[in-house]
């Protein structure tokens, strides 16, 4: 399995942005569809955003981040980025990037079902903090 490697994670304050990164440092990442993960204290790690292969025409995101966040790539630097906007406390988590054959769909719960995901291409980093906290 491919290597992702996250990074971009911080302590802000409520409302703040960050911008978080990931790339594949040895394989090609832009062949793959590629989606952002996070997992609180406590918590099962839950999807959260994911965007399409190639050209990343399709992303689609979980109700509870939308209009917030938004996923974009750069294939030249087989980079997936995730811009979080107007961040809140219950963002704080570990935040993992995974690669897919394709993207999952966001079920009518308005979140990613684990068990309709495809199979995962890349194996699981260590991921970047994003602490929210005034």
């Known amino acids: 399995q491919m290597r992702l490697v996250e990074s971009g994670g911080g302590l802000v304050q409520p409302g703040e942005s960050l911008r978080l990164s990931c790339v594949a440092p040895?394989?090609?990442?832009?062949?793959?569809?590629a989606m952002w993960f996070r997992q609180a204290p406590g918590k099962e790690r839950e999807g959260v955003s994911c965007?399409?292969?190639?050209?990343?025409?399709?992303?689609n995101y979980a109700d509870s981040v939308k209009g917030r966040f938004t996923i974009s790539r750069d294939n030249a630097k087989a980079t997936v980025h995730l811009q979080m906007n107007r961040l809140r406390p219950e963002d704080t988590a570990v935040y993992y990037c995974?690669?897919?054959?394709?993207?999952?769909?966001?079920?009518?719960?308005?979140?990613?079902?684990?068990?309709?995901?495809?199979?995962?291409?890349?194996?699981w980093g260590r991921g970047t903090q994003v602490t929210v906290s005034s």
């Open positions: 995974a690669a897919f054959p394709f993207c999952p769909d966001v079920g009518r719960s308005g979140h990613y079902t684990d068990t309709e995901l495809p199979q995962q291409k890349s194996s």
């Open positions: 040895v394989t090609p990442l832009d062949i793959y569809a």
């Open positions: 965007i399409s292969r190639i050209s990343g025409d399709e992303t």
